[in-house]
């Protein structure tokens, strides 16, 4: 297994311009999420889902869409990079049976936008 | 809602001494908790969670913490401290309110972190 996977690490953008950070899994989870890391806030929650077809907002998403059309993949667009949205960007499947718990964390894409 | 505190941004420590980070939070509901360790230029690693059961948690790396319901606190604590154990360490809690009930990995709210360096 690959475990979580994140495209690309590295990414510039000037604001205005749209991208989609990509977001895999090879471990059937159901649950996935995206989070941004910004210093002395530990990380936020900017949309998750409970499996395919089905997403709902995080703390944070303003500025940022998703879906989930199959259950591997949770791409998060950005339509309209701001300087703001300047973060490491960290994605997390996870699956839960009663008390069993298993979660993983992709390595991040680290974003600038100027 | 929720919130996470974690009452220090650093904590320096000396190698083979004891260490503790302090965790506090605060929910209308019952709650899940959890302790994720960052290495630099890394992602989160797990290090231990609490569901349910004893409230006395031990993890990987000979981490453990104590779920205290009554000071709403969940400290995390290792007796010996090695160099390697040099990250920044978050505490994070995820309810069990809303759709679904049971996603409890999903939707988490994170503490600021703490900083913990190890020095020889």
């Known amino acids: 297994n690959a475990g979580v996977t994140q495209t690309p690490k590295f990414q510039v953008l000037k604001t205005g311009q749209s991208m989609t950070l990509q977001c895999a899994q090879d471990?059937?989870?159901?649950?996935m999420s995206w989070y941004r890391q910004d210093p002395g806030m530990g990380l936020r929650l900017i949309h998750y889902s409970v499996g395919a077809g089905i997403t709902d907002q995080g703390e944070v998403p303003n500025g940022y869409n998703v879906s989930r059309s199959t259950t591997e993949d949770f791409p998060l667009r950005l339509l309209s990079a701001a300087p703001s949205q300047t973060s490491v960007y960290f994605c997390?499947?996870?699956?839960?049976?009663?008390?069993?718990?298993?979660?993983?964390f992709g390595p991040g894409t680290r974003l600038l936008v100027l | 809602a929720q919130s996470v505190t974690q009452l220090d941004s650093q904590v320096p420590v000396f190698e083979e001494a004891p260490v503790e980070l302090r965790c506090n939070y605060s929910s209308s509901v019952s709650v899940y908790l959890f302790w994720y360790v960052q290495y630099p230029n890394q992602g989160l690693q797990l290090l231990l969670k609490y569901l349910s059961g004893s409230t006395l948690v031990k993890g990987i790396n000979g981490f453990e913490a104590e779920f205290n319901k009554s000071q709403t606190s969940f400290h995390l604590r290792k007796p010996s401290v090695h160099i390697s154990d040099t990250a920044e360490y978050f505490c994070?809690?995820?309810?069990?309110?809303?759709?679904?009930?049971?996603?409890?990995?999903?939707?988490?709210?994170f503490g600021g972190g703490t900083r913990v360096l190890v020095k020889p």
């Open positions: 997390a499947s996870s699956y839960s049976r009663g008390d069993q718990e298993t979660q993983y």
């Open positions: 471990m059937n989870h159901e649950y």
């Open positions: 994070a809690v995820s309810d069990l309110s809303g759709f679904p009930v049971k996603a409890a990995g999903n939707k988490l709210t």
